[in-house]
């Protein structure tokens, strides 16, 4: 898979356990940073509106490859790989910048949520198109 959205992330001493291996809860907030990032990229770039529309995340799954130890260097990849009709599912990868191993990937699901009736709505059609042109092919559920 090609991603287009690389975020380096700079480890930090309360990331690592006592046994010198980052923490695997900890990973998650590197990939929090990667979809804030994502969106906020893509947000400002094509100037896109919002209207009282958040984001939220819905479902989370990793698969914990490799161990990160304090030294690495590692980067967060993010990209959308299925829109919906209120959704988007995102893949996101931690990498090991030296070696380009794979340390985890997770998949998520993000859901558009209306913030003044607590229920979720559709995502905007705008969304879904800079989505597609930004990955650079049809994302859009069959």
């Known amino acids: 898979m090609d991603f287009k959205h ?16 980052v923490n695997n809860s900890v990973y998650f907030t590197f990939y ?19 209207d009282g529309m958040a984001i939220v995340l819905v479902n989370a ?3 914990f490859l490799s161990p990160v130890v304090a030294n690495e260097h590692v980067s967060v ?3 959308v790989v299925e829109v ?10 931690l990498i090991d910048v030296d070696t380009q ?11 558009a949520f209306d913030s003044k009736t607590q229920t979720s709505m559709p995502l905007p059609e705008e969304w879904k198109k800079y989505f597609c042109e930004y990955e650079g092919r049809d994302l859009r559920k069959k």
């Not at 690389?6 to 291996?21: A, E, M, S």
């Not at 929090?32 to 919002?50: A, F, M, P, S, V």
């Open 77 to 79: 990849q993010t990209a």
């Open 32 to 50: 929090d940073l990667g979809k804030t990032t994502y969106l906020k990229d893509l947000i400002e770039q094509h100037h896109l509106r919002r």
């Open 6 to 21: 690389i975020l380096p992330i700079q480890l930090r001493f309360n990331d690592v356990d006592p046994f010198g291996h």
């Open 84 to 93: 919906g009709h209120k959704s988007f599912k995102l893949l996101q990868q």
């Open 61 to 63: 799954n990793a698969n």
């Open 101 to 111: 191993e794979v340390k985890c990937v997770c998949s998520s699901v993000m859901v």
